[in-house]
């Protein structure tokens, strides 16, 4: 999708061909869309689809007339009902009159550019865009790092009872979506840091204190991953112990019921088999009353095992 935003009057607006202080934005792009802009603006075609292979890495490539810049942003897909993260890469190429974007999805990022919501948003301020762009995907970050937080919350009450392999292996997804964040962050890092140096990218006083706390948020994110990957890390080996025990606490229960319900089976098969009266007669079975002392017998024998197998240590 090919959309190109200028700001007029203060008010961001999309417009339908690129001018001198225009933002063109590219979002899922088909190949006619690249071809397009690679001729109006004079960006190599394979800098324009860089950003389309998601294993592309974060970066900063200065050429002649341009300067790109590759960074990874968080992304959200669903798959089984349920939303699953991970990172692709966004490109924010500045060329002398435009700023260009160009990202395999529609990101959530850069909507709130696109509905002029960011405040001092400015099509033609280049570097305080790319500065509100990082500065917006570290937020991202630690938004989607909260949300990771609260689901392996959920899991951990799940886990204590369960005697399922599921919730275990979401913790290992979201433990792998935790590294993919990090490792992310922190090459976003590097090209933050290269950008503090970048002659290209004038930096102007007013930027200053938006640099620093792009720097501090992205900072934050990878503190926050790496706290939570350990706590993931963690849970996950504790929790696999856990279903495993609370699996031997139901084969213990079954081991109990096995064992109590064999007493009035051996009781009831010895009398079931066929003895003749006199000296090889079973006991009470010439008595009237015989059958109903035998069943008052064996519930009295199981109540008893039963007692001695709860409190045995074998079986705690």
Known sequence: MLRIFSTIN?????????????????SEPTDVELATIAQETGVDLAD??????DEERSRVDIEDDYTMIIVDIPTVEERGGRDWYETIPLSIIVTQSLIITVCMQD????????????RGFNTF???????????????MYLRYLRIIDRESDKLELKLRHSMQNR???MLMELSKTLVYFTTSLKSNEIVMEKLTTLPRVKQYPDDEDL???VITENKQAIEMANIYSGVLANMTDAFASIVSNNLNNVMRIFTIISITLSVPTLIFSMYGMNFQEGMLGMPLSDKPWGFAA????????????????TRSRMFK
């Open 10 to 26: 203060g008010q961001v607006e999309q417009v339908q061909k690129p001018e001198n202080g225009s933002w063109i934005s590219l």
């Open 294 to 309: 035998i069943i008052i017998i064996s519930i009295a024998l199981s109540a008893v095992v039963t007692w001695f197998l």
């Open 167 to 169: 919730e275990i292996v």
């Open 107 to 118: 990101t959530p990022v850069l909507h709130p550019f696109m509905e002029g919501t960011i």
């Open 48 to 53: 324009l689809r860089a950003p389309l292979d």
């Open 125 to 139: 301020m280049r570097t305080r865009f790319i500065l509100q762009i990082l500065y917006r995907n570290a937020t």
């Open 211 to 213: 640099l620093e706390d």
